[in-house]
């Protein structure tokens, strides 16, 4: 699909999906936020996930079958490394304003683009959205 794209369209399509990501992240965020003073921050973290995990079975429809034990490895690593940073950012959340809780986890994003940007505008836009934060 991206291939048939003209780069602006492309860089509509991105954005548009930046945003859509965005605004699932913020608003389950506050909403989960409602819940930590019932359940807590690591089970509401974990019920965030299952029903993240739910949704993208439903709308992508992966296919389980038929992957190598080096595939699975890196499915479950993955989805260690998301339920930590869940963990993470849930906790910060119920101890400190969630504006800045979401702002310091986005800094590990923008450190890895910078530290993987191949070109100086993709450096550039990490830079940016660095000074962004600060």
């Known amino acids: 699909m991206m ?8 860089i509509l399509l991105a ?25 807590g921050p690591i089970p509401v973290s974990s019920m965030r996930m299952l029903i ?4 993208m079975l439903v709308l992508i ?8 034990k080096g595939e699975w490895l890196g499915i479950v690593v993955y989805g260690l ?3 930590a940073m869940n963990i993470c950012l849930y906790s910060a959340i119920d101890r400190i304003p969630m504006g800045v809780a979401v702002t310091l986890e ?20 990490a830079v940016v959205a660095l000074a962004g934060v600060g």
């Open 81 to 83: 490394a998301m339920a």
């Open 15 to 39: 954005t548009g999906m930046v945003m859509v990501g965005s605004l699932g992240i913020q608003t389950s965020s506050s909403l989960s936020a409602s819940l930590f003073d019932a359940l």
């Open 52 to 55: 993240a995990a739910i949704v």
């Open 61 to 68: 429809r992966p296919k389980l079958t038929g992957k190598s």
């Open 106 to 125: 986005f800094l590990g994003p923008c450190v890895v683009a910078l530290a993987g940007s191949r070109h100086w505008r993709e450096g550039l836009c």
């Open 3 to 10: 291939k048939s794209l003209n780069t602006r369209d492309k």
